[in-house]
């Protein structure tokens, strides 16, 4: 399983920004798709995940201004920001986890190679 993730850039603050990541290989299912970013010197944290039942979970910086999709068909998962902050810059990392391929292999996580987002004037 191998994921892609598109949409990063550079943005003002108070700006918008979306990204994407699709997963692809073998895939049967996929239970969690989420996002986690990172700032150099500080641990890697949860933005946002959902399920494949669509019950999203946010960390507490994204609740009312982030907000997480995904198409289980397509096997994407997508993350709409708003109203961004010089201190959302990051790399931001797309996870899946509890995946089950075709021949049903369980993969536990898989992690993208990330995307980065600078928020800045």
């Known amino acids: 399983v191998q994921l892609v993730e598109s949409g990063g850039g550079l943005v003002q603050p108070g700006g918008s920004l979306t990204l994407s990541c699709t997963a692809s290989?073998?895939?049967?299912?996929?239970?969690?798709m989420g996002w986690h970013r990172h700032v150099p010197g500080k641990e890697r944290e949860l933005v946002a995940e959902?399920?494949?039942?669509?019950?999203?979970g946010y960390g507490d910086f994204a609740e009312g201004r982030f907000t997480i999709s995904r198409d289980n068909a397509k096997n994407t998962v997508s993350l709409e920001m708003k109203d961004l902050k010089p201190e959302d810059t990051a790399v931001y990392y797309c996870?899946?986890?509890?995946?089950?391929?075709?021949?049903?292999?369980?993969?536990?996580?898989?992690w993208g190679q990330g995307t980065q987002v600078t928020v800045s004037s």
């Open positions: 959902i399920t494949s039942g669509g019950v999203a």
């Open positions: 996870r899946v986890h509890s995946v089950v391929t075709k021949t049903m292999e369980h993969q536990y996580e898989v």
């Open positions: 290989g073998n895939i049967y299912s996929i239970y969690g």
